[in-house]
Structure formats: structure tokens, C-alpha cells
């Protein structure tokens, strides 16, 4: 069974729907993290979490919002998709005790298209 | 100026070729370096890291940091057609817990 597993793994909505990526995990890991990617920008951090009551902004935060659940479960919505919120959307784990470089687990991914 | 600087390719070379990928960094605090290997519809792995400066090799793999130059290098030998993914440089600062990434340089070896 996958460690880090994403939901759904395909989706396709229009502007202005609200959208929900949720991300499970069973490495026991205390850091969560929501990624994009777009094709030549790499990967951008949007929201990280160090434990349940942990959030923090990342350097693409804006449109989206996320909720820790449960060590985990960490969960990522678009209030209101728009278009250029269009990207493969990954989730990673780590714990800073098992690794001190602070290895990220990553999961298989969610490709979001917004028409 | 991105604080990352990774040349997205695309990179493709024949079967058996040494293989040279590159990042340039700005910020000199960086001291947690770390390459990523990412297949076709799955999440980056991680492949290698170092710590600071100086070289690490694994198997057909090294990875080397120049800390002086700010470019860090991923070399691969006897290149596979299984090596064929997206390679990411990943950093970050000694205390710190966020990741910094590379854009990845997606790499394709030709049998």
C-alpha cells in the first residue's frame, strides 16, 4: 500500500466550483505540505503544516485553504477554481526526527483542470 | 531572480552517455542539497543529498557541491533508459524546514 495517497487523482471542474484534494498518509510523519506544479515553474509550496494545530502559508497561498484533519490527513480547497489554478497538485510528508534533511515523501499526485 | 536556478531542458542523450545536470543557487546559506527524481505520472523521489560541500556517489550517481560557485551537480554514468524522468535540485537553509525546488530538467536516454 502507498505511504502518501491523494483524491481523487484526476479531476476536471469550471470556474468558480469549490474543489477539495484531500491527502492521507501512513508513515506516522508530523509535517504535511501541498505542492503545485506547472510545466518550467518547478515546484511552488502553497500550505505546510508541522502538526494538527500548525498551518502555514507557503509562497502561493492565495486562492486556496487547507485543513489538518488529523496528524494524517491534510486536506487542500479552492474556495473558487479559476483556470490558472490549473497544475498537477502533490502532497509530501517529512519528519525532521527520522531525517535531518528533512526528506520529503511525496504522493502520486492530483492533475486539476479548471475550464 | 529565482533563488533556485535549474535549466528545464528538455535533455536527451544515447544510452551509455554521462550524464550532467545542474543548479545554481543564490542565496549562499543553502547548506542541505538534495537531487529528486521524478517519473512520468508520479511524485519526485528523492534520489541523493549532501550536506554542505564535497561529493557523494552512489552506485552510477554523484552528486557534487561547489559552494564557492553556488552550483551543485548531479552526474549520471553509464546512462539507462530507465534513467529517463524529470530530475529536480532541491535546498534548503540549515534550521529551516521548507524545501526550495529547482523547475527540474526532464532528461530522456535513447536505447
Known amino acids: 500500500d502507498a505511504d502518501v495517497t491523494q483524491t481523487p487523482r484526476n479531476r476536471i471542474t469550471k470556474t468558480g466550483k469549490r474543489i477539495m484534494l484531500e491527502c492521507s498518509q501512513t508513515k506516522g510523519h508530523d509535517r504535511m505540505y501541498w505542492y503545485r506544479q506547472d510545466p518550467g515553474l518547478g515546484l511552488r509550496l502553497i500550505y505546510y503544516s508541522f502538526d494538527v494545530k500548525d498551518i502555514n502559508k507557503g509562497e502561493i497561498s492565495d486562492g486556496y485553504s487547507v485543513s489538518r484533519q488529523a496528524q494524517a490527513k491534510f486536506s487542500l480547497s479552492l474556495e473558487s477554481a479559476i483556470p490558472n489554478q490549473t497544475a498537477l497538485y502533490f502532497c509530501a510528508t517529512s519528519d525532521l526526527q527520522v531525517s535531518s534533511y528533512n526528506e520529503q515523501f511525496f504522493g502520486p499526485g492530483t492533475r486539476l483542470t479548471v475550464l | 531572480q529565482k533563488e533556485v536556478e535549474q535549466d528545464p531542458g528538455p535533455l536527451s542523450v544515447p544510452e551509455g552517455a554521462i550524464v550532467s545536470l545542474n543548479c545554481t543557487y543564490s542565496?549562499?546559506?543553502?547548506?542541505?542539497f538534495m537531487w529528486y527524481r521524478q517519473y512520468s505520472r508520479k511524485g519526485p523521489e528523492l534520489l541523493m543529498y549532501?550536506?554542505?560541500?564535497g561529493n557523494k556517489e552512489d552506485g552510477r550517481f554523484t552528486a557534487q557541491v561547489d559552494k564557492s560557485s553556488k552550483y551543485i551537480s548531479l552526474f549520471i554514468r553509464d546512462s539507462q533508459p530507465s534513467d529517463s524522468a524529470t530530475y529536480l535540485c532541491?535546498?534548503?537553509?540549515?534550521?529551516?524546514?521548507?524545501?526550495?525546488f529547482g523547475q527540474g530538467t526532464r532528461l530522456t536516454i535513447n536505447p
Open positions: 542565496n549562499s546559506a543553502f547548506q542541505y
Open positions: 549532501t550536506y554542505s560541500s
Open positions: 532541491a535546498m534548503r537553509f540549515q534550521g529551516a524546514q521548507k524545501l526550495v
